[in-house]
């Protein structure tokens, strides 16, 4: 019921009060009429003005708002709220060698190992600590206390709080790690990514350990309870500010001086002062190099020129070797062409090898300048990176910058006495240097190369390729055929060297001579027969046919008449069937010519006995 209504009834009830207060009164009065006989009477109105309206509907007595406040305050100094997991602050009043004994204003002090106060061994009684509740009341009725707990709980809050507001934490660097280091930030272990700790690439992380910094809280992951923090950040907000007052101030072939922040094998990168720019590798040096380690050393200060910027120069490119004057304009002006030179080898290529004669000047010997041989080879058959060679001035273009070397030159050509040195059918000892397909290269000398044609190696081998014939750098005994000092061509023979046997071959294998001999392979279309290593003889399958109508077979020894030969292709053919059949021809030619003669006697008989009858008959009539 409302409070309203209830004092309403209150009010309404309390006439009846009143006088069943009076009639006691009056009761108490008449009984103790020894005592008093007359009484004042009481007034309602009085009573009621007086009443505790408070202590009746409350059935205590009222308080006031003072007294109230006074009470709260006592109890928030002396009272602390025991909820598990609650962080509080408490007092150490008592020490062991285990434990400290902890007073948090609750209704019995708490207990806490000393192991958790490693990290203070200069705790003492009387030192306020942060401790969480852990149990309000174990079975013996012990409340227990971590401040382990109590640490982490109150990290993890501080380190979301600077998160949040980017407040600049202190850490200390343990150790290292995989990809980084570890911090103790508030007492938690955070990731310092190796990336993080400067602009600067590090090369000894060691350096760090053990050592207080200030980093900023840049990555939280609540899920896996990670911490990422960095102190490049706070870096990085300096230099921005010094690199936008540098790039102001940029100009192109202003001289800057710079730290060498990072090498790699296409350029140096350079500090300067918040602002990175790039010298390529090109730019360091007049001379050529392979690396800019050979030049420079990482945190070495230099001194660079500005080549060239992007628009909003965020891509500087830088230059070491525009401090100084070119080489070539350092040239000496009595080189010219013809004069020998000394130089190094710096590049080889597969046309020619870069020598530097002076620091920053260059010449091309081409591989066809390193030999008066016609025979080109690769640079790499003549010199060696780091040589030291003399070399003779071809061309010399100052404004070009360009200069072309020769080496052959040094030495005298070849070909100038070659008619005297190589007369035609002069015999020679060469080496074989490659092949083609239609022959063999010889060299005689350095610069005098000579070919054999593959026609020309051999009387009686069929060589498909010269490989066949001959090796690569062997000896071969040769003789000049021709010689054509004009184009520098030297036609060479080896076959020549001995006398056609194909000669004495002609004269023994005439056409329709006959030739008893084995036939040595049958083949597709007939059969072999080997009268020597140079001669073997085709017979074709139509004049293999016996005088039986049988046909040869391996083995057999036959007669065989020549009925094709040709000393050029080395070429002899057979015919076994044109030995019998030749006869029969011969036969029948001789019968035939008897059989004429015989018919010719026989018709002069019979004539002449006509003639002789005739003549008897004549004589006989008288005539």
């Known amino acids: 019921m409302p409070k309203k209504a209830e004092k309403k009834e209150s009010t309404e009830k309390l006439p009846e009060a009143v006088e069943n207060n009076v009639a006691v009164e009056d009761t108490s009065k008449k009984s103790t009429k020894d005592s008093k006989e007359t009484k004042e009477k009481v007034d309602p109105t009085e009573i009621l003005s007086n009443f505790d309206w408070h202590n009746y509907e409350e059935g205590i007595d009222e308080v006031d708002d003072k007294q109230i406040k006074e009470f709260e305050k006592l109890v928030e100094e002396n009272f602390v709220e025991t909820l598990t997991n609650n962080v509080v602050e408490g007092t150490v009043v008592h020490m062991t060698d285990r434990e400290a004994i902890i007073d948090i204003n609750a209704k019995s002090e708490g207990v806490i190992s000393l192991n958790e106060f490693r990290y203070n061994p200069g705790l003492k009684v009387g030192d306020k600590v942060e401790v969480l509740i852990d149990i309000r009341e174990d079975a013996t009725g012990q409340l227990i206390l971590s401040h382990r707990k109590a640490r982490v709980i109150k990290a993890w809050e501080r380190v979301n709080d600077a998160h949040d507001t980017g407040e600049i934490v202190n850490g200390f660097v343990k150790c290292r790690t995989k990809g980084g280091m570890i911090v103790d930030v508030f007492g ?27 980093f900023k809280v840049v990555k939280i992951n609540h899920e896996f309870k990670n911490v990422v923090v960095s102190h490049k950040a706070l870096i990085e907000a300096d230099i921005e500010l010094q690199k936008k007052e540098i790039i102001k101030q940029l100009e192109k072939g202003q001289i800057l001086e710079g730290v060498v922040k990072n090498i790699t094998s296409y350029g140096v990168f350079m500090d300067l002062g918040g602002v990175d720019g790039l010298v390529h590798i090109t730019d360091l040096s007049w001379s050529r190099i392979n690396h800019p380690n050979e030049i420079v050393e990482l945190d070495q200060q230099l001194k660079v020129v500005i080549l060239d910027f992007d628009e909003d120069k965020s891509r500087i490119q830088l230059g070491l070797k525009q401090l100084s004057k070119h080489p070539w304009e350092a040239l000496a002006e009595d080189v010219k062409v013809g004069d020998t030179v000394k130089g190094k080898v710096v590049v080889i290529a597969d046309y020619g090898a870069f020598v530097e004669i002076s620091e920053g000047v260059e010449g091309l010997i081409h591989v066809s300048e390193m030999s008066w041989s016609t025979h080109l080879r690769s640079a790499q058959d003549f010199f060696n990176v780091g040589d030291q060679i ?38 020679h000892t060469g080496i074989v240097r490659n092949f083609t397909n239609f022959g063999v290269f010889v060299e005689l000398e350095e610069g005098v190369d000579g070919l054999i044609y593959i026609s020309d190696l051999s009387w009686t081998k069929k060589i498909k390729h010269p490989r066949e014939f001959c090796n690569t750098g062997e000896n071969i005994e040769v003789l000049v055929l021709e010689l054509d000092v004009e184009n520098r061509k030297l036609s060479l023979g080896h076959k020549q060297l001995t006398e056609n046997p194909w000669d004495k071959y002609e004269n023994e294998f005439v056409l329709n001579s006959i030739h008893n001999s084995e036939v040595s392979e049958i083949v597709p279309k007939g059969a072999t027969v080997k009268f020597n290593d140079d001669v073997i003889a085709f017979i074709p399958s139509r004049h293999m046919i016996k005088e039986d109508g049988g046909k040869l077979q391996k083995g057999e020894v036959v007669d065989l008449k020549v009925i094709e030969f040709n000393k050029d292709t080395k070429r002899v053919v057979l015919s076994h069937t044109q030995t019998f059949r030749d006869i029969e021809e011969i036969n029948k030619k001789v019968m035939s010519k008897k059989m004429k003669e015989d018919s010719q006697s026989a018709k002069n008989t019979l004539g002449d006995a006509n003639e002789q009858l005739q003549e008897l008959k004549d004589k006989m009539d008288g005539k």
């Open 188 to 214: 938690i272990e955070a990731f310092l990514p190796g990336s993080q700790i400067d602009v600067k690439p590090i090369r000894d992380y060691d350096q760090y350990v053990n050592k207080t910094m200030e």
């Open 390 to 427: 003399e070399a003779k001035i071809l061309t010399f273009d100052r404004e070009e910058r360009k200069m072309s070397l020769g080496v052959k030159q040094l030495t005298p050509d070849p070909w100038t006495d070659i008619t005297t040195k190589y007369p035609l059918q002069s015999k």
